[in-house]
T-cell receptor
Framework: AQTVTQSQPEMSVQEAETVTLSCTYD???????LFWYKQPPSRQMILVIR??????QNATENRFSVNFQKAAKSFSLKISDSQLGDAAMYFC?????????????FGQGTRLTINP | GAVVSQHPSRVICKSGTSVKIECRSL??????MFWYRQFPKQSLMLMATSNEGSKATYEQGVEKDKFLINHASLTLSTLTVTSAHPEDSSFYICSAAPGLAWKTQYFGPGTRLLVL
């Protein structure tokens, strides 16, 4: 079964510092997509970054980057120069295929606190 | 681009009544729409997947007769919670994807349902 595990329920970081959120997943597929979503207090899910498994290059979006280790099935998110607005729940997600249909499987989430 | 709206954002109803939640893709055609449920401090749980013009596919454990889903057009999906009870109180989130082989889901802002 495809699962997504986020082993850090909570993380905190000083403003302007760098923080890394961990995510591991289990899959038997060779081609898939991985995502990090942010859910601020408003509860609106916001796409932070997407990684396509067939691409060896790690995805980057401004201050957000991933460390994608396909063999280890690891997909961590690095936030550089943390800002107060980065405080949120972060969910790692995996796009799985079930009988031709695509679904997202989410991890348990990591609550990130930014200390001023 | 890729904006998804949900209406209402919050609803309070009496036990035994039915509640309809609308999900609209505002600037793209959503071949596939998804409905999630999120309990406090928990991750998103997929309830069902709907493709335009087809019957929804429900996840295991989700009551089809309790949660009616209609995806009548490429921009609108509705979730009706029938004969709502207090245990149905939750945060419901929809998402939409352009195409069956989508690369990204776009999420609505969510609907908070409280059943008294």
């Amino acid at each position: 079964a495809q699962t997504v595990t986020q082993s850090q329920p909570e993380m905190s970081v000083q403003e302007a510092e760098t923080v890394t959120l961990s995510c591991t997943y289990d899959t038997s597929e060779s081609d898939y997509y991985l995502f990090w979503y942010k859910q601020p207090p408003s509860r609106q899910m916001i796409l932070v970054i997407r990684q396509e498994a067939y691409k060896q290059q790690n995805a980057t979006e401004n201050r957000f980057s991933v460390n994608f280790q396909k063999a280890a099935k690891s997909f961590s998110l690095k936030i550089s120069d943390s800002q107060l607005g980065d405080a949120a729940m972060y969910f790692c997600a995996y796009r799985r295929s079930v009988q031709g249909a695509q679904k997202l499987v989410f991890g348990q989430g990591t609550r990130l606190t930014i200390n001023p | 681009g890729a904006v998804v709206s949900q209406h209402p954002s919050r609803v309070i109803c009496k036990s035994g009544t039915s509640v309809k939640i609308e999900c609209r893709s505002l600037d793209f055609q959503a071949t596939t729409m998804f409905w999630y449920r999120q309990f406090p401090k928990q991750s998103l749980m997929l309830m069902a997947t709907s493709n335009e013009g087809s019957k929804a596919t429900y996840e295991q454990g989700v009551e089809k007769d309790k949660f009616l889903i209609n995806h009548a057009s490429l921009t609108l999906s509705t979730l009706t919670v029938t004969s709502a009870h207090p245990e149905d109180s939750s945060f419901y989130i929809c998402s939409a994807a352009p195409g069956l082989a989508w690369k990204t889901q776009y999420f609505g802002p969510g609907t908070r349902l409280l059943v008294l």
